[in-house]
């Protein structure tokens, strides 16, 4: 599962031969969530590396996240590079040691809150099926609780309750807005679609700031939504096309170039 420390050890500093502090021992840490899933939360920092991305010095911590962990169903439901200063200091280790602590905490917060919107969408899909008699859905939620079984039986037990209590259906948010993210086992593959999520952050955040100064070209606006639809799909796997590393390298370099572009467009240091 890669470098890390044993499961609770708190993290310590790792040094170059010069003595230098370089980085600093991950986290193993195995977490059972309140529907009972089983996961594993693995962290490694980095060290300091060239960002193949932007060509930036940062000091990189990666964060990943198994469910069902220790069955043949193993996925990763989670995947994120989180990066910080290039600064070769004691005090910096010392604050990354910390920031592996703080991720650790972040992720099993992001499983819990994972696991509220999918029980919330299985209920819907429960209630739907009652309303419809739709074998198309009946065979969505069957194909859920083979998945999911530990989810299903809570989102069970919770339509029942609020049946009893007569609460009515909450309102539905749209699944789009959720849609989950293929990460591979595969670290070449998994690599990709890590930057491919980074480079959507990238563009979302440098279009907001266009908008923002009333500076955005909304033809080049209008190519960013529709290539980031795209790799949205095709990392959620929702298109049904082949995920492989052709495809993947080919969205993140055409997203990449759109970056680039509106990048481009934002004022530099001078403000210029």
């Known amino acids: 599962m890669g470098r890390s420390g044993r499961e609770g050890e708190e993290p310590k500093i790792r040094r170059e031969a010069d003595g230098r502090p370089c980085r600093v021992a991950g986290l193993n840490q195995n977490y059972a969530s309140r529907s009972g899933t089983l996961y594993h939360i693995q962290i490694e920092d980095r060290g300091p590396l060239t960002d193949g991305l932007t060509g930036r010095s940062v000091r990189r911590i990666n964060v990943i996240v198994y469910a069902n962990y220790g069955d043949p169903n193993t996925r990763i439901i989670h995947g994120c590079d989180h990066d910080y200063p290039d600064i070769r200091t004691a005090e910096h280790d010392d604050f990354i040691a910390r920031e592996v602590q703080e991720q650790a905490a972040a992720a099993r917060g992001l499983v819990e809150e994972r696991e509220r919107r999918k029980i919330d969408r299985i209920k819907r899909q429960i209630r739907q099926y009652y309303v419809t008699k739709s074998e198309a859905v009946k065979r969505e939620f069957e194909e859920t609780n083979a998945v999911h079984p530990f989810l299903f039986s809570r989102a069970w037990r919770e339509l029942k ?17 959720f849609s989950d993210v293929l990460y591979p086992l595969d670290a070449e593959l998994r690599e990709l679609v890590l ?44 298109d049904k096309v082949e995920f492989n590393a052709r495809r993947l390298t080919l969205l993140r370099d055409t997203l990449l170039t759109l970056w680039r572009r509106v990048n481009a467009q934002l004022p530099g240091p001078d403000g210029h």
Not at 161 to 172: I, K
Not at 199 to 216: F, N
């Open 161 to 177: 309750a609020e049946h009893a209590a007569g609460a009515a259906p909450p309102a539905a948010e749209p699944d789009a807005l």
């Open 195 to 238: 930057d491919i999520e980074r480079i959507i952050i990238g563009i979302g955040q440098d279009l907001g700031s266009l908008r923002a100064e009333g500076r955005v070209d909304e033809t080049l606006a209008e190519a960013c939504g529709k290539t980031v639809g795209q790799a949205r799909a095709a990392l959620s796997g929702r």
